[in-house]
């Protein structure tokens, strides 16, 4: 339903564009959102973005460097990160609802299997 891909090694202040491809099921979903779950710690809102209208949102943590988009024609959601810091560094799922706009993971009905993105110092 969500194939994620594009994690990787990366040093810290680099960049890297994680995409999720939607099919099935999620073709309904008109919120699709990115999350991320480092070692140890719990999973994490971190963009989401509004199919239909554009609209996005992202964490705090986050702003002025990820920027979430989406493209219609692939039916895919991506996330540009930029000045990718060590404490960046986790799982990065996606995740899609029918509507609700928003950052509980347990709002969340569809998950890719997540991609791994490492930020060294």
């Known amino acids: 339903q969500l194939q994620a891909s594009g994690g990787g090694l990366v040093q810290a202040g680099g960049s890297l564009r994680l995409s999720c491809a939607r099919s099935g099921r999620t073709f309904s979903s008109s919120i699709m959102g990115w999350f991320r779950q480092a070692p140890g710690k719990e999973r994490e809102f971190v963009a989401l973005i509004r199919w239909g209208a554009g609209t996005t949102y992202s964490a705090d943590s986050v702003k002025g460097r990820f920027t979430i988009s989406r493209d219609g024609a692939k039916n895919t959601v991506y996330l540009r990160m930029n000045s990718l810091r060590p404490e960046d560094t986790a799982v990065y799922y996606c995740?899609?609802?029918?509507?609700?706009?928003?950052?509980?993971?347990?709002?969340?009905?569809?998950w890719g299997q997540g991609t791994l993105v490492t930020v060294s110092s």
């Open positions: 995740a899609a609802n029918k509507g609700l706009f928003s950052l509980r993971y347990s709002d969340y009905e569809f």
